[in-house]
């Protein structure tokens, strides 16, 4: 099994409302990622945990809030975003965060409205 | 900052080959990628080459690296339709702390 699920799929919230995405991964990576990627560019990294502990954070405004309660958990929690954070959320695992192989979910479609 | 650089447009006919390009300048460069994306789709990992390799071939798929001119490539045989999609190459090395750095993506585009 190498997949990593991403719910929802797809999400529309207003600039008010808190939500939280959700990545799962049974693999047994301890590295999990999340990514932005706008419409045809590469996706950015945002967070980076390694064992369950951040590692990583690269000057994501506080809006986002990453959380991992356990290996096999990623969530994000969304609160206050604007119109220009929509876009393709993408969770990722490894089996360490300097691994070889990095696998990602589909994504979950955010719209900011 | 360390940078990868790819075509932007890729098109070829059914049934030819197609060879992908990408430029990198990370000199600690370690592990080099190549990423499938379809429309609406999330990325899925094609392949990867160690950088003390000159080439790797799984099925269709052929990964040449020259590490003197810091150029990988990705050549598709007998290219589908299914075949159609963004590809990103992505490298990961020392001066980026092992994170990837990605290229901008190649649209590969099939004509019948």
Redesign the interface.
């Known amino acids: 099994d190498t997949e ?1 699920t ?1 719910t929802p799929k797809h999400l529309v919230m207003g600039m008010t409302n808190k939500k939280s995405l959700k990545c799962e991964q049974h693999m047994g990576h301890r590295a999990m990622y999340w990514y932005k990627q706008k419409a ?4 950015e ?1 945002m967070f ?1 945990y390694s064992y369950e502990k951040l590692s ?1 954070n690269e000057s994501v405004p506080s809006r986002f809030s990453p959380e991992c309660p356990n290996s096999s958990l990623l969530n994000l929690h969304l609160h206050a975003l604007q119109p220009e954070d929509s876009a393709l959320y ?1 969770c ?1 695992s490894s089996q360490r ?2 691994n ?8 979950t ?1 955010l719209t900011v409205v | 900052g360390e940078d990868v650089e790819q075509s932007l447009f890729l098109s070829v006919r059914e049934g030819d080959s197609s060879v992908i390009n990408c430029t990198y300048t990370d000199s600690s460069s370690t592990y080099l990628y190549w990423y499938k994306q379809e429309p609406g789709a999330g990325l899925q990992l094609l392949t990867y080459i160690f950088s003390n390799m000159d080439m790797k071939q799984d099925q269709r798929l052929t990964v040449l690296l020259n590490k003197k001119d810091k150029h990988l490539s990705l050549r598709i045989a007998d290219t589908q339709t299914g075949d159609s999609a963004i590809y990103f190459c992505a490298e990961r090395g020392r001066d980026s702390n092992y994170q990837l750095i990605w290229g901008a993506g190649t649209k590969l585009i099939i004509k019948p």
């Open positions: 990593v991403q045809k560019k590469p996706p990294l980076v990583i993408l990722a965060d300097r070889t192989e990095a696998f990602f979910g589909q994504g479609r």
